[in-house]
């Protein structure tokens, strides 16, 4: 199989954290995984609100935090996607947390089809 060079931009964030997610990305770029075709974006929540997060990427995303808010007992908040909100699912995402918080998500293509309830796998 031949190589494939990948596209990539990076921005400095001033941010530690976001630099290093960035630096990792890129080198993730270079083997070709799934992770690596991603975005950074901060997003503010508020507890038990749902909100539609603009990921841009062009196709159905998932996402995962790369910093994390603890609420008042010092637990990570805790965040879900949320149901019954209409989006555009190739460049939004509907996110719904806990508590009030700001957290920093990676969003990444998703590579699996939603889970249909009704047999217990996605399709």
Known sequence: MKPV???????????????????????????QTPFSFGRLV???????????VNHGLGMPAACMAVRQNYDAR???????EAAGISFDELSQLALIAN???????????????????SKGQSP
């Open 99 to 117: 508590e009030t918080c700001v957290l920093d998500l990676w969003f990444y293509p998703r590579s699996s089809n939603p889970v249909d309830a």
């Open 74 to 80: 010092g637990f990570p908040v805790a965040l879900a």
């Open 42 to 52: 901060s997003v503010a929540l508020s507890g038990g609100v749902p909100k539609i």
């Open 5 to 31: 060079r990948v596209p990539y931009r990076r921005v400095h964030t001033g941010s530690f954290v976001g630099d290093q997610a960035q630096r990792t990305a890129q080198s993730l770029a270079a083997q």
